[in-house]
């Protein structure tokens, strides 16, 4: 009642900030109460936010962690996660030793944040806390057809329902604390992001993160995707002066970029090539569409035509007075007759800038003696990860939102999903270009594979001086074979099936466990034109 008394009457912004009033604001009267969270991703979103608020979590690799009485440390505490698993749905105690961490976390509550670090009785109960929670949620959110659910995984798929598919935790709002499924741990560096396996921290509170499990039957082992990098011709005439008034300084201007004013997609096209795709491959899982391909619902009839799933790159001439649309658009079959979709819009603005304008040919639209910011929306952040087997979630991005990682790029990094599609409406997909450069990045941290894909319209529109014509629409790296590969659309193709397939790998975290090789690798292994 001591440390209850002097938590509460201490007034509010007054000196530095302690501990129990920061878990107060994730999960408020918690530190109150003689239990633990029950549920583990509850006291996970509590430990690991204390743990980077106070950047303590550096402290495994100092020299006396692992602590002295748990020799055999990663073996300890998997059978303590087991434990905690099992009495989190039901009404058995828990383990003794999460409930003598939280009492010692309860003890600090009017210790500063900024002295956390210095406390090793603390810091350890923190990370043995964080790190119980971690392994009692082994699998959370993955699911596999051949795996059968427990009761753990069940509550957790009712949570992450309840909860509008933003988060797993039960008690702490997700205004507060966001914690999601985890797919791949840092092979380098030291972050918070190096404690776990299976639970993210979701740490950009202006992005909404979505999880999304969705029953689309893929192999155990591979993914056949189509790429179909259309439109096959983009001209000048396609980007023009936005209509709308925007009080923007003289150097500034907004532009729009209308590729379909002059070309359509057919359903009945995109239909026979997929048709003639799974004449050579034997199945199609998936079709990509490049940024601002496709209108209004054409993903979702070619959805509904083809029995695929579609990523495709939405967009509209701007109304009177309005901006275009640019966003993702993701239609995936459910049933016989019902399909599964989810939009994103696009996180930040296209800037062309003179030497852009020269290298499109676009001086005769766009002034090159000013800049020029796409004409869309920049509405609410929204990220969404679907996860369609044991080893594939996906992840799209649109173009800008690969490059400028910010807000979104934490997120990404703290999920790690296995697969990254980046739509582009941009030049040829070279290994020297800067596609390559971001998807290095997010391949070396925290592991992921990304493809961006281009049409091959805007490929043909990019004019380099001294650089030969190119239709590399695609481009491909992932962390297990470390290779930069450059998807050619040949003359005459009208798409590019890419077999996918996955490769388990065995991942650490920095306080010394390992997932048991659980964690999936996305790897090409297959590139096929397909020619109508």
């Given at each position: 009642?001591?440390?209850?008394?002097?938590?509460?009457?201490?007034?509010?912004?007054?000196?530095?900030?302690?501990?129990?009033?920061?878990?107060?604001?994730?999960?408020?009267?918690?530190?109150?109460?003689?239990?633990?969270?029950?549920?583990?991703?509850?006291?996970?979103?509590?430990?690991?936010?204390?743990?980077?608020?106070?950047?303590?979590?550096?402290?495994?690799?100092?020299?006396?962690w692992p602590p002295r009485e748990h020799p055999n440390w990663p073996s300890f505490i998997a059978r303590v996660g087991r434990r905690w698993r099992y009495a989190a749905t039901r009404r058995t105690p828990?383990?003794?030793?999460?409930?003598?961490?939280?009492?010692?976390?309860?003890?600090?509550?009017?210790?500063?944040?900024?002295?956390?670090?210095?406390?090793?009785?603390?810091?350890?109960?923190?990370?043995?806390?964080?790190?119980?929670?971690?392994?009692?949620?082994?699998?959370?959110?993955?699911?596999?057809?051949?795996?059968?659910?427990?009761?753990?995984?069940?509550r957790a798929s009712e949570i992450i329902a309840l909860s509008r598919w933003r988060t797993f935790c039960d008690t702490i709002d997700p205004s507060r604390a966001v914690v999601l499924p985890k797919l791949?741990?840092?092979?380098?560096?030291?972050?918070?992001?190096?404690?776990?396996?299976?639970?993210?921290?979701?740490?950009?509170?202006?992005?909404?993160?979505?999880?999304?499990?969705?029953?689309?039957?893929?192999?155990?082992?591979?993914?056949?995707?189509?790429?179909?990098?259309?439109?096959?011709?983009?001209?000048?005439?396609?980007?023009?002066?936005?209509?709308?008034?925007?009080?923007?300084?003289?150097?500034?201007?907004?532009?729009?970029?209308?590729?379909?004013?002059?070309?359509?997609?057919?359903?009945?096209?995109?239909?026979?090539?997929?048709?003639?795709?799974?004449?050579?491959?034997?199945?199609?899982?998936?079709?990509?569409?490049?940024?601002?391909?496709?209108?209004?619902?054409?993903?979702?009839?070619?959805?509904?035509?083809?029995?695929?799933?579609?990523?495709?790159?939405?967009?509209?001439?701007?109304?009177?007075?309005?901006?275009?649309?640019?966003?993702?658009?993701?239609?995936?079959?459910?049933?016989?007759?019902?399909?599964?979709?989810?939009?994103?819009?696009?996180?930040?603005?296209?800037?062309?800038?003179?030497?852009?304008?020269?290298?499109?040919?676009?001086?005769?639209?766009?002034?090159?003696?000013?800049?020029?910011?796409?004409?869309?929306?920049?509405?609410?952040?929204?990220?969404?990860?679907?996860?369609?087997?044991?080893?594939?979630?996906?992840?799209?991005?649109?173009?800008?939102?690969?490059?400028?990682?910010?807000?979104?790029?934490?997120?990404?990094?703290?999920?790690?999903?296995?697969?990254?599609?980046?739509?582009?409406?941009?030049?040829?997909?070279?290994?020297?270009?800067?596609?390559?450069?971001?998807?290095?990045?997010?391949?070396?941290?925290?592991?992921?594979?990304?493809?961006?894909?281009?049409?091959?319209?805007?490929?043909?529109?990019?004019?380099?001086?001294?650089?030969?014509?190119?239709?590399?629409?695609?481009?491909?790296?992932?962390?297990?074979?470390?290779?930069?590969?450059?998807?050619?659309l040949e003359k005459g193709a009208a798409g590019v099936v890419i077999s996918l397939t996955r490769q388990f790998a065995k991942e650490w975290t920095a306080d010394g466990r390992n997932d048991r090789g659980?964690?999936?690798?996305?790897?090409?292994?297959?590139?096929?034109?397909?020619?109508?």
């Amino acid at each position: 009642m001591a440390t209850r008394t002097r938590h509460a009457t201490r007034a509010r912004g007054t000196g530095p900030l302690l501990l129990g009033e920061y878990v107060d604001i994730i999960a408020p009267r918690l530190m109150f109460s003689n239990e633990p969270p029950r549920w583990p991703p509850d006291a996970f979103a509590v430990a690991a936010s204390v743990l980077q608020r106070a950047a303590a979590y550096s402290c495994v690799v100092e020299e006396h962690w692992p602590p002295r009485e748990h020799p055999n440390w990663p073996s300890f505490i998997a059978r303590v996660g087991r434990r905690w698993r099992y009495a989190a749905t039901r009404r058995t105690p828990l383990p003794r030793q999460v409930r003598s961490w939280w009492a010692q976390i309860r003890n600090f509550s009017t210790l500063p944040i900024e002295q956390i670090r210095t406390n090793r009785e603390l810091c350890h109960a923190l990370l043995q806390l964080s790190a119980a929670a971690d392994e009692a949620c082994t699998g959370i959110g993955i699911r596999e057809y051949r795996r059968r659910q427990d009761a753990f995984d069940l509550r957790a798929s009712e949570i992450i329902a309840l909860s509008r598919w933003r988060t797993f935790c039960d008690t702490i709002d997700p205004s507060r604390a966001v914690v999601l499924p985890k797919l791949h741990t840092p092979r380098s560096g030291l972050t918070l992001r190096s404690l776990s396996h299976n639970l993210a921290l979701s740490a950009s509170p202006e992005v909404d993160t979505r999880w999304y499990w969705l029953p689309f039957r893929v192999k155990k082992w591979a993914l056949n995707l189509l790429l179909l990098p259309w439109p096959d011709v983009v001209v000048p005439d396609h980007f023009r002066p936005a209509t709308r008034t925007y009080k923007l300084p003289g150097r500034f201007g907004l532009f729009t970029c209308d590729v379909r004013r002059t070309s359509a997609v057919s359903v009945d096209q995109v239909e026979r090539v997929v048709r003639r795709a799974r004449q050579m491959v034997g199945r199609i899982d998936g079709i990509v569409f490049p940024e601002l391909t496709l209108r209004d619902d054409e993903h979702i009839q070619i959805c509904q035509r083809t029995r695929a799933f579609v990523v495709a790159g939405l967009g509209s001439s701007p109304a009177a007075g309005m901006s275009g649309e640019n966003r993702v658009g993701a239609a995936v079959p459910v049933g016989d007759e019902i399909v599964a979709t989810w939009r994103q819009d696009k996180h930040h603005r296209w800037r062309v800038d003179s030497n852009q304008i020269a290298q499109y040919g676009l001086g005769s639209q766009l002034d090159p003696e000013r800049e020029w910011w796409e004409d869309t929306p920049v509405g609410s952040r929204t990220l969404y990860f679907w996860q369609i087997n044991g080893w594939l979630t996906l992840s799209v991005l649109i173009c800008e939102d690969l490059a400028r990682q910010d807000p979104v790029s934490n997120v990404v990094r703290s999920i790690g999903p296995n697969l990254v599609v980046a739509l582009l409406m941009d030049g040829p997909q070279l290994a020297s270009r800067w596609p390559a450069r971001y998807a290095t990045v997010l391949a070396d941290d925290p592991g992921c594979s990304v493809l961006t894909v281009t049409s091959v319209g805007m490929a043909l529109l990019s004019r380099v001086p001294g650089k030969p014509e190119s239709r590399v629409v695609a481009l491909w790296k992932d962390a297990a074979s470390g290779k930069m590969i450059e998807i050619e659309l040949e003359k005459g193709a009208a798409g590019v099936v890419i077999s996918l397939t996955r490769q388990f790998a065995k991942e650490w975290t920095a306080d010394g466990r390992n997932d048991r090789g659980a964690t999936g690798y996305v790897c090409l292994n297959g590139i096929h034109q397909v020619r109508v």
